[in-house]
Every structure is written in C-alpha cells, then in structure tokens.
C-alpha cells in the first residue's frame, strides 16, 4: 500500500524563479493539503484540495497556488520565489474533509538562494 | 495568542522515566485532536488522536483531553532514547484545517 509520495526530494532555486511540487495521496485517499514548515517550527497550513478545488487556505500570498487532478494527485506552484520561502514543503492526505487524521509525504526541501 | 500553543523545550527525560507533553488550543469550537511524532530531518507522523474527553491510551502512549480546559496532553510511558523527537500537537477546529504547534523538543537520556 504506497503511502503519500512527494517529489523532487530536494530542489534548489534563485530567487524570482517559479517552482512546482509534486504530490500523489495515500491509496483511498482523496483529499490533499499542503504545509510548509520552516526550520525549528511547526508546519504552517497553505492549502486543501477536494474534489479538485481548493477548500481552504492559510495565510499564504497568491504567489502560492495548486492545483488537484482527477486522480487526486497535487501540485504546488510557488511564483517569484523570495529567500523567505526556503523550507520543507509537506503534503499531507486524509480521506474526505472531515475529522481523519493526515498522513504526510517526506517532503520536499526547497532552497532558494 | 497562537492558535495552538506548545512548550517548544527541549524537554530532557531519563529512560524509562515518563515523559509529559502538553498543548493548548484558542478555538472551542476543536473537535480532533492529534500527536505526530517528527525525526530530524523527517516528515510527521501520526502517534495518536483523539477526539472526545478523557484517556486514550495506545501501547506506551496515552492521549488526554479536557475541551474546558483547551488543553490536550501526550504521556509516553517507559521512555526509551528511539522516543528521542520534536512531538507535534494538532489540532482541527470548526474551519476544518489542521493546525499545529511549534513543536516540543524531547531528549531520552540513557
């Protein structure tokens, strides 16, 4: 049973560039949320995605966008990308928008210089 | 004040000791409630959740709840240095989205 899976593992990037994370959802699962988390902190909520549209989102500017597909697999875009944005980006499944737990991938570390 | 606040550490406990974690959350309206454990360098893992009042154990570990105090704890029984990791507290409120503590630091000394 193939858990949640992120690629690239790791990216590197110059500032104002644009990137995209990649993200595919634990089997049965059909709901993808997206976090970042900085060095030393807790990951911080950016977006969910059901039914291919966007639920919810956290205090993220809209040079952060996604988008999900009909096999509920995810994307994150990041556009002019800021050094600020150097983290661990992490997607995260769970099954419907309810109260299931999330199950999260192992991430991508971005690093924009 | 944090929506969902945790004592960031580094908490030190001796093996075989129990360790206490704690977490509070700001949002009454929270209905879940979840403990993921976080290697260095490592994504969270789900360790438990909980979702009314009271105990929830499960093997070493016991989640407890107390929705008038806001307050949700961890308790790791018989420590051993692998429970060495930062302990993410989460918490769903009435918006559905999950949100997380900074994190507690913990360190089984041998």
């Known amino acids: 049973d193939a858990g949640v899976t992120q690629s690239p593992t790791h990216l590197i990037k110059t500032r104002g560039q644009q990137v995209t994370l990649r993200c595919s959802p634990k089997?049965?699962?059909?709901?993808v949320s997206w976090y970042q988390q900085a060095l030393g902190q807790g990951p911080q909520f950016i977006f969910q995605y059901y039914e291919e549209e966007e639920r919810q989102r956290g205090n993220f500017p809209d040079r952060f966008s996604g988008h999900q597909f009909p096999n509920y697999s995810s994307e994150l875009n990041v556009n002019a990308l800021l050094l600020g944005d150097s983290a661990l980006y992490l997607c995260?499944?769970?099954?419907?928008?309810?109260?299931?737990?999330?199950?999260f991938g192992n991430g991508t570390r971005l690093t924009v210089t | 004040q944090k929506e969902v606040e945790q004592n960031s550490g580094p908490l030190s406990v001796p093996e075989g000791a129990i360790a206490s974690l704690n977490c509070t959350y700001s949002?009454?309206?929270?209905?879940?409630f979840f403990w993921y454990r976080q290697y260095s360098g490592k994504s969270p893992e789900l360790i438990m959740s909980?979702?009314?009042?009271g105990d929830k154990e499960d093997g070493r570990f016991t989640a407890q709840l107390n929705k008038a105090s806001q307050y949700v704890s961890l308790l790791i029984r018989d420590s051993q240095p692998s429970d060495s990791a930062t302990y993410l507290c989460a918490v769903r409120g009435g918006a559905q989205k999950l949100v997380f503590g900074q994190g507690t630091r913990l360190t089984i000394n041998p």
């Open positions: 089997s049965g699962h059909d709901t």
């Open positions: 949002d009454r309206g929270s209905q879940s």
């Open positions: 909980i979702y009314s009042n």
């Open positions: 995260a499944s769970s099954k419907g928008v309810g109260n299931s737990p999330l199950h």
